[in-house]
């Protein structure tokens, strides 16, 4: 069963308690051992989770909420793995993830199963999905094929390096953006200055973070921000009218998968800082 999270306006998220933010947008509880843990939200009816196969198998199944006959009937799907050495086999056919490496599987798959290597040491499968009109290609892309992107400075605390993983100039898609941002040493700001996309939302998840760091995830109206908590692998949903941006008290890494109305990666509503309350 999924975990369905139901959209919520602008005009009343601003005046959501710390609980209430928690409990509409972040993500935790992700990568118990031996589950497939996915949450679904009705902003562009992404779904965000993990598989975390240990002792046996698992088998990515489609429920009610989606109602299709199996889970890719209709959708596309996005898997990076940022644990230890896995298989993903789809349809009988194998595609071992290092840690690092992503996955685009295409529309039309019927049996998507995940494996690890070392059930000691599992694979840790982050997945995004979206629905899809057309059966594109599965794609494997080694983080080193992924398209980096250099920003930041080290002035302004905020360099590092976007991989775009599923993006037009790694493979083709239907709506599913992804790709992850690694920040440098003694950096700890990402997406400052922050922006908006009304034609896109994102989930984003942020891991790579010692158990007693967190990072300040920044959302809301540029005029009405708020603040989550986050800790070492956790989500949360960022709507298309809220900012997205974050600071840690250490470096992190985090993955943002995108999905909407366009795939054009600079189309951003920027907000000048002084903007911002």
């Keep these: 069963m999924l975990d369905i999270r139901y959209a919520s306006s602008n005009k009343d998220a601003k005046h959501f308690d710390t609980e209430r933010l928690r409990e509409e947008f972040h993500i935790n509880g992700l990568f118990q051992k031996d589950e497939i843990k996915l949450v679904y939200s009705h902003y562009d009816r992404i779904i965000a989770g993990s598989a975390c196969p240990a002792d046996k198998e698992l088998k990515l199944e489609a429920g009610k909420e989606i109602g299709a006959e199996f889970f890719l009937e209709r959708r596309e799907l996005g898997i990076i793995n940022v644990g230890a050495p896995g298989v993903v086999v789809l349809d009988g056919e194998e595609y071992q993830l290092d840690s690092r490496d992503g996955l685009y599987v295409g529309m039309g798959i019927k049996d998507v199963v995940f494996k690890s290597e070392n059930p000691e040491k599992p694979a840790k499968f982050y997945l995004n999905s979206a629905p899809a009109h057309k059966a594109y290609p599965t794609v494997k ?49 990402n997406t400052m200055p922050a922006h908006t996309h009304d034609r896109r939302m994102e989930v984003y998840f942020y891991f790579d973070m010692k158990d007693d760091d967190i990072v300040f995830h920044m959302m809301g109206e540029p005029k009405e921000t708020r603040h989550i908590i986050m800790r070492n692998e956790e989500a949360v949903i960022s709507p298309s009218w809220s900012i997205h941006s974050g600071v840690g008290t250490s470096k992190y890494t985090f993955i943002w998968g995108m999905v909407g109305e366009n795939q054009t990666f600079t189309d951003m509503d920027h907000i000048d800082k002084k903007d911002l309350l």
């Excluded at 390096?161 to 037009?168: A, G, N």
């Excluded at 493979?171 to 992850?180: D, N, V």
Aim: proline content about 4%.
């Design 141 to 189: 892309i080694n983080i080193k094929d992924a398209n980096p992107v250099k920003l930041g400075t080290a002035e302004e605390v905020n360099k590092r390096t976007i991989y775009q993983f599923v993006h037009p100039n790694v493979c083709q898609s239907c709506q599913l953006l992804m790709g992850m941002t690694l920040l440098e040493e003694g950096s700890v700001w």
